[in-house]
């Protein structure tokens, strides 16, 4: 009898685990736009995961998101960043509201990740600070002692919402691997 009781309770903990991490994968921590993701996370030797989190922590998957200083999309692209991306990639045609397209966006935003990598060397912690307060606000924390002491890393991020975003997005990007990378 006993032994039945604690099977029961075995099943009911499991049971219970499983349906919590159902609902945290599909309503907290999603997989959404796999497609996209996963072609241009592919294409742009990039980790998809931490595109997920890049997403979660910029829009949280609203592809209709438009920030306080106008970035759109689901990875928050500002239309002049846009416009140099679609440059870059030989768009032709470049209308800011095209931002707004879920694909299109989530190319733009992995080229441009994976053009962050290339410039920091793969050093998350640059990449993402850039990605929020730009390459050019990281290069000069890089080369200002109050910052960096050795010129590679950064110390201290003087932008409070960027130290935040970094933070941010590596709980996020910690979650993700943990929930899909099995």
């Known amino acids: 009898m006993k032994f039945k009781r604690i099977v029961t309770i075995l099943i009911a903990i499991l049971i219970f685990y499983l349906g919590f991490m159902f609902a945290i994968k599909k309503y907290v921590y999603p997989y959404k736009y796999a497609e996209y993701i996963n072609k241009y996370s592919d294409e742009y030797e990039l980790d998809p995961y931490l595109v997920l989190a890049v997403i979660k922590t910029e829009s949280n998957f609203d592809k209709s998101a438009v920030s306080k200083k106008e970035a759109k999309g689901l990875m928050q692209i500002m239309d002049t960043t846009g416009e140099w991306i679609a440059n870059e990639l030989s768009i032709n045609y470049f209308l800011p509201s095209m931002l707004f397209d879920p694909e299109l966006n989530i190319r733009m935003g992995c080229w441009y ?64 691997k943990y929930l899909y990378n099995k």
């Open 113 to 176: 990740l994976n053009n962050l990598e290339n410039e920091f060397d793969n050093n998350l912690d640059l990449v993402l600070a850039a990605y929020n307060g730009g390459s050019g606000n990281v290069n000069k924390w890089l080369n200002h002692e109050e910052y960096s002491e050795d010129g590679e890393n950064l110390d201290y991020i003087p932008f409070p919402e960027t130290k935040k975003y970094v933070d941010k997005v590596k709980a996020n990007y910690n979650i993700y």
